[in-house]
């Protein structure tokens, strides 16, 4: 398992930035650094699972291990999804946290992800895009 670590800060309020984060609208445009068309489904609620797609309904499911307003969100990734089939992945501890931390000028972003070496260097290209649309997302919506 590899443990991977970014971090920006966002020029907003740590609520502004839950909010770019989680909300469907905004999610789906800062997930557009993984793939184009992303969306959820599912509730952020702690031991549900969330699911999250592909445009072509593939992707992943995952439990919210923890959900502290504002502050921290975590999943436990589970296993994939092909065709609307769910398929369990021994993963072990593959966890994706986002921790929020409020400063004076707004917010520190921190993620926090262990994954399978298969999928590091994706994350290493792709989450500096991804933070960087969180970023503006926050910093310039209303």
Known sequence: MQKIFF??????????????????????????A??????????????????FFDPNNNGMYSRVEKNKAHEEMKFLHLGEIYNG?????????????????????????KIEIQTPEEFKEFFKEKFPTALGIVKNLSENQL
């Open 7 to 32: 971090e920006i800060q966002i020029d907003a309020a740590p609520e502004k930035v839950w909010e770019v984060l989680w909300s469907d609208m905004t999610y789906r445009q800062w997930t557009t």
């Open 34 to 51: 993984f793939t184009e068309g992303s969306f959820y489904q599912g509730t952020f609620e702690e031991g549900s699972t969330m699911k």
């Open 85 to 109: 089939v769910e398929t369990e992945q021994d993963w072990g501890e593959a966890t994706e946290a986002y921790i929020l931390e409020e400063t004076e000028t707004g917010t520190i972003l």
